[in-house]
């Protein structure tokens, strides 16, 4: 393999991506893929990791824009610093979360303009697109009923209420039904039926890619 691609994994909470991760690092070190590197959004750099901490916090007090640009701050640093470099070596890139997330949370979510945040995503990051991207469908309760069984409190976002997530879903899947490089997986069957549906995708698009 000489060049490296960029996959992404996205979902509402609790649909199941940490463990797709797992799965798709298994199903490319399998088929000869070594050199593998691991992001999460908001996050992945030492900026993004301070902006992630607050975006997620339940006492700050956010406005959708400013919630909107420190995301895409976050992204372009992270792009720019981590990921570009990545692929520009020939290693693939495993994301938790990227693009797509703004466009369904910002845009759904938070019910803002889906075409300026597309143009905001064109001016500071151009054409840059993962190959591949993953999404874990899934009803918003039955993830969340998956978070709070961890025990581990809710997040800014996880203390949204069901109607924020329900556009949330729908926005993702408005995205995927206009771009072929997202694959929807229904994230609500068993784990071992999820994880068989990740591998036939992340093994068609090896395939595909030659
Ligand atoms: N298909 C599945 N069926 C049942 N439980 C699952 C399934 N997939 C994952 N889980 C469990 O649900 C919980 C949430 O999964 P995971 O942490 O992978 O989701 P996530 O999307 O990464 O969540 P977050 O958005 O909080 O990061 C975990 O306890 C995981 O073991
Ligand atoms: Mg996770």
Do not use: W
């Given at each position: 393999?000489?060049?490296?691609?960029?996959?992404?994994?996205?979902?509402?909470?609790?649909?199941?991506?940490?463990?797709?991760?797992?799965?798709?690092?298994?199903?490319?070190?399998?088929?000869?893929?070594?050199?593998?590197?691991?992001?999460?959004?908001?996050?992945?750099?030492?900026?993004?990791?301070?902006?992630?901490?607050?975006?997620?916090?339940?006492?700050?007090?956010?406005?959708?824009?400013?919630?909107?640009?420190?995301?895409?701050?976050?992204r372009v640093?992270l792009v720019n610093?981590v990921i570009r470099?990545?692929?520009?070596?020939?290693?693939?890139?495993?994301?938790?979360?990227?693009?797509?997330?703004?466009?369904?949370?910002?845009?759904?979510?938070?019910?803002?303009?889906?075409?300026?945040?597309?143009?905001?995503?064109?001016?500071?990051l151009?054409?840059f697109?993962?190959?591949?991207?993953?999404?874990?469908?899934?009803?918003?309760?039955?993830?969340?009923?998956?978070?709070?069984?961890?025990?581990?409190?809710?997040?800014?976002?996880?203390?949204?209420?069901?109607?924020?997530?329900?556009?949330?879903?729908?926005?993702?899947?408005?995205?995927?039904?206009?771009?072929?490089?997202?694959?929807?997986?229904?994230?609500?069957?068993?784990?071992?039926?999820?994880?068989?549906?990740?591998?036939?995708?992340?093994?068609?698009?090896?395939?595909?890619?030659?």
């Open positions: 393999m000489t060049a490296g691609s960029f996959i992404v994994v996205e979902g509402l909470e609790g649909s199941g991506k940490s463990t797709c991760i797992s799965t798709i690092s298994t199903v490319l070190k399998s088929n000869g893929v070594e050199d593998i590197v691991f992001t999460r959004e908001p996050g992945g750099t030492s900026l993004a990791e301070k902006l992630r901490s607050i975006l997620l916090d339940p006492g700050e007090k956010i406005t959708p824009e400013a919630e909107l640009l420190m995301m895409y701050a976050s640093q610093t470099p990545a692929l520009d070596r020939g290693s693939f890139v495993v994301g938790d979360r990227h693009d797509l997330s703004s466009v369904a949370y910002q845009g759904g979510g938070r019910s803002m303009d889906i075409q300026m945040i597309k143009n905001i995503r064109r001016s500071v151009g054409d697109r993962p190959d591949l991207t993953v999404l874990l469908d899934i009803d918003p309760l039955v993830g969340l009923s998956r978070v709070d069984s961890r025990g581990a409190g809710r997040d800014r976002f996880e203390q949204e209420k069901k109607d924020f997530f329900q556009r949330v879903r729908d926005t993702y899947l408005n995205e995927a039904a206009l771009d072929s490089t997202i694959k929807v997986i229904d994230a609500s069957r068993s784990l071992e039926d999820v994880t068989l549906n990740i591998k036939h995708a992340v093994e068609e698009f090896l395939c595909s890619r030659g």
